[in-house]
């Protein structure tokens, strides 16, 4: 079991669907990310959250809406997606100082009709 | 086995050698490196990590090497398990929180 827990595990939808993806982790990190990832492709960073503060959004259309309500949860709302969204969609944490591994969920699997 | 990391992502071990697996990286600036582990349908495991102050640090079964002048890492697994069977990534940190991946590597261990 990960520490990172990511919900719905799939999720599949439609392209003029409103969605959101959700985030929980209680290890007392203070910086959470998304990351995407298709298939046999390494991990794209998405978002980065310092203390409850956005404070990394690599280019991201504005169709991925992320939220950070506590320092437990991060959120990913999702709106009139495209099929090449399609993906692997991860969750970390970690601290916000160095060292700083990355504490990874599962991800949810996304499919877009 | 040795992996060569951009130009061959995958790799195939028998049970008990020891694995290589390379990485390329892009950001002379980078000063933390991860590498990770991730197994069907999971998301990365953290194995080990190396701070650009060593170039060489030990875990359980796994050592990581650093090449500052060319901007290399290398990942060995000794005694190589089913188990390590994955795809495994190295990460660099450019900087704060910001990280990026490696291509991968697919290991699968022959039993």
């Known amino acids: 079991d990960t520490e990172v827990t990511q919900t719905p595990k799939h999720l599949v939808m439609g392209m003029t669907n409103k969605k959101s993806l959700k985030c929980e982790q209680h290890?007392?990190?203070?910086?959470m990310y998304w990351y995407k990832q298709k298939a046999k492709k390494p991990p794209e960073l998405m978002f980065v959250y310092s203390y409850e503060k956005l404070s990394i959004n690599e280019s991201v259309p504005s169709r991925f809406s992320p939220e950070c309500p506590n320092s437990s949860l991060l959120n990913l709302h999702l709106h009139a997606l495209q099929p090449e969204d399609s993906a692997l969609y991860l969750c970390?944490?970690?601290?916000?100082?160095?060292?700083?591994?990355?504490?990874f969920g599962d991800g949810t699997r996304l499919s877009i009709l | 086995g040795e992996s060569v990391g951009l130009h061959l992502p995958t790799l195939s071990v028998q049970e008990g050698d020891n694995s290589i697996i390379n990485c390329a990286y892009s950001?002379?600036?980078?000063?933390?490196f991860i590498w990770y582990k991730q197994e069907s349908g999971k998301g990365p495991q953290f194995i080990i990590d190396i701070r650009s102050n060593m170039d060489k640090r030990q875990g359980q079964r796994v050592t990581v090497l650093l090449n500052k002048t060319v901007k290399h890492l290398s990942l060995q697994i000794a005694a190589t398990q089913p188990g390590d069977s994955a795809v495994y990534f190295c990460a660099e940190n450019i900087s704060g929180n910001q990280f990026y991946f490696g291509t991968g590597t697919s290991l699968t261990v022959i039993p």
């Open positions: 970390a944490s970690s601290q916000v100082s160095r060292p700083l591994p990355q504490h």
């Open positions: 950001n002379s600036a980078s000063d933390y």
């Open positions: 290890m007392g990190h203070r910086a």
